[in-house]
């Protein structure tokens, strides 16, 4: 305890002494005023400037006393019942502070839980939970990060080595440009969604909504992967309604749309189905992207709209598992909903339902 600690405690003593002091002389001097006028009056007894000094001061020893006896009691319950939680709650603080996510403090007990601390020890503890989770999430965000950015930047480093060699032919370098082409393209990807799902998780977003047709969207979205349809030969299968209006952010719910259709054509086997339905069910819009690549187990089911998570390893390379943690977040901003209906081995339908205009 430092010399300003102790100057401030015991000024806050000699304060709630003057206090009491004042206080019990106020009531002392009245009640042996009103008790010796009563007795001069009913005995007619006559008073000495000898007594009247003797008393006078024997009652300002009582109020010395007493105030005394009044300022321990009250500094040792201050103490029990005050000082000790909030030292308590000011060590679990400065535990936080210093990256002790695990700090949990026990609710207050006996004689000191008359000043209910309990409310307040429990918003710490609660914070302390929610912080060690957020720490967590960070340390395997960080991670995996380091492990998405190391992978496609080591292809990269592999292959411009490897076209420094003199003796390659055409055709492999050819292959090999291409392959750090791709690497690099998701390398850009994958910086592409970190910055987005950050803005997207740490900010508050407000949606710029507007009345627009949803099927017209979707086909513009879906026309968007076309050089890859064609490229594997996957059939493509449309359903959509007619006159489908929504009133949401059409920029933000495109992101749900392209990454929904790149998953779809990432995953489809060549000569594969993907196929879009628009519907609408009472005053939802309902939008369904189905294939028939490889879908996912109920156990990655799960966790599929968790960031970096990537059920199928065999497949990690065509994604960093960020699509559908964008895809969850821009879902949830727009007050749609989500969900995942697949089979290993079978494909997937992703289901989403967002409330329409029904006068179109």
Not at 31 to 44: G, I, P, V
Not at 200 to 226: H, M, R, S, V, W
Not at 284 to 304: F, L, Q, R, Y
């Amino acid at each position: 305890m430092n010399d300003n600690s102790r100057l401030e405690r015991f000024l806050f003593g000699l304060k709630n002494y003057v206090t009491f002091f004042l206080l019990i002389g106020f009531v002392i001097t009245c009640c042996m005023t009103l008790f010796l006028l009563t007795l001069q009056k009913s005995m007619e007894i006559s008073f000495t400037e000898d007594n009247i000094r003797m008393a006078a001061i024997l009652t300002f020893c009582n109020i010395v006393i007493l105030s005394l006896l009044c300022t321990i009691i009250d500094t040792v319950r201050r103490k029990i019942t005050v000082e000790r939680p909030v030292r308590r709650i000011t060590e679990g603080f400065q535990k936080l502070m210093d990256g002790n996510f695990s700090v949990r403090l026990k609710p207050v007990s006996g004689f000191a839980s008359s000043v209910s601390f309990d409310p307040i020890i429990n918003y710490f503890n609660r914070m302390a939970e929610e912080l060690s989770g957020v720490e967590t999430l960070r340390t395997d965000f960080i991670a995996n990060v380091s492990h998405e950015l190391k992978t496609p930047l080591s292809v990269m480093q592999n292959y411009g080595t490897m076209l420094q060699s003199p003796d390659l032919t055409e055709n492999q370098r050819m292959e090999y440009a291409k392959a750090i082409t791709e690497s690099s393209k998701r390398l850009a990807d994958l910086i592409t969604n970190i910055l987005r799902l950050n803005r997207l998780e740490n900010q508050n977003i407000y949606p710029t909504n507007k009345k627009y047709n949803l099927g017209e969207q979707l086909a513009e979205c879906l026309l968007n992967f076309e050089s890859i349809w064609e490229e594997k030969e996957i059939d493509i299968e449309t359903d959509i309604e007619e006159d489908v209006f929504i009133e949401s952010d059409d920029e933000l719910l495109s992101l749900v749309w392209n990454n929904l259709f790149s998953n779809a054509m990432k995953f489809t086997e060549p000569h594969g189905r993907v196929s879009l339905s628009l519907k609408t069910e009472g005053d939802n819009a309902v939008v369904e992207i189905s294939d028939t690549g490889c879908g996912i187990s109920p156990e990655t089911g799960k966790h599929i709209f968790e960031k970096f998570y990537q059920g199928d390893t065999s497949r990690a390379t065509q994604g960093n598992g960020l699509g559908l943690a964008l895809v969850k977040r821009v879902v949830d901003i727009a007050g749609a909903d989500i969900s995942v209906e697949s089979e290993a081995g079978r494909g997937s339908t992703f289901c989403v339902k967002i409330g329409r205009i029904k006068d179109g």
